[in-house]
Each structure stands twice: as structure tokens, then as C-alpha cells.
């Protein structure tokens, strides 16, 4: 139903900033709130941010507060995560993923409401 494909990572300096971009196929992606999730070698993937379908909320992980946006275009069926002044430890690999029930949005944190993913893409930052 809904297929997602994230570009944008790449090889970065400390303090230096990388957009991501994860463009969705599927008619019902505007009505799917969407995230943003980041996977280390060895770690447990872990929620980075995500946006309401209507673009009306947002939320971030302590982590990335105040360095990460996210945002979405529903005409152009894509949604962006800007990463400003990127440390090491945001090296992963960073995954987009579309919730599976429609026009919801509260239990944005968990990886199991997602049901559409990505193939993710690398972010690494060196020191």
C-alpha cells in the first residue's frame, strides 16, 4: 500500500548538517502520520522524530532535540528530516517509516504502529 525510499545520508564532519529525504508511493500516505528512526551497529533501533498526517504535531527524541526538524510535503508524497550540528553518535543508519492505521498519531514512539519502512539510509559523522 504505501512504499518508502530514503536518500540524502552520507559521510559528514562534526558539526555539519545532512537532509534526508523518504519519498512514498501510495494514495494514502497523506493520511498516515510518518517517523523517522535511527539504527547504530550493535543497538536497537530507536525513534529520532515523527509528524502528524496533517503536519499539526511533531516529536523528537531527546536526543536530536533542538538539531533535527521534520516536516513533510503530502503533495510531493515526501517527508524530510533536517540534521543540524551532527555529533558521532548520530551515526546510524536512519530508517523512514509510515504508521500502519490512518489519521492517528499517540503512540508515535513505538516501532510496532509502524508498518511501512523503508531500506534506510547511512548517516556518519566524523569526529
Known amino acids: 500500500q504505501v512504499q518508502l525510499v530514503e536518500s540524502g545520508g552520507g559521510l559528514v564532519q562534526a558539526g555539519g548538517s545532512l537532509r534526508l529525504s523518504c519519498a512514498a508511493s501510495?494514495?494514502?500516505?497523506?493520511?498516515?502520520?510518518a517517523g523517522w528512526f535511527r539504527q547504530a551497529p550493535g543497538k536497537e533501533r530507536e525513534f529520532v522524530a515523527a509528524?502528524?498526517?496533517?503536519?499539526?504535531?511533531?516529536s523528537y527524541a531527546d536526543a536530536v532535540k533542538g538539531r533535527f526538524t521534520i516536516s513533510r510535503e503530502n503533495a510531493k508524497n515526501t517527508v524530510y528530516l533536517e540534521m543540524n550540528n551532527l555529533k558521532p553518535e548520530d551515526t546510524a543508519v536512519y530508517y523512514c517509516?509510515?504508521?500502519?492505521?490512518?489519521?492517528?498519531?499517540?503512540?508515535?514512539?513505538?516501532?510496532?504502529?509502524?508498518?511501512?519502512w523503508g531500506q534506510g539510509t547511512q548517516v556518519t559523522v566524523s569526529s
Open positions: 509528524i502528524s498526517w496533517n503536519d499539526d504535531s511533531s
Open positions: 517509516a509510515a504508521k500502519s492505521r490512518r489519521y492517528s498519531y499517540s503512540d508515535y514512539l513505538a516501532r510496532t504502529a509502524y508498518d511501512y
Open positions: 501510495g494514495r494514502t500516505f497523506s493520511s498516515r502520520a
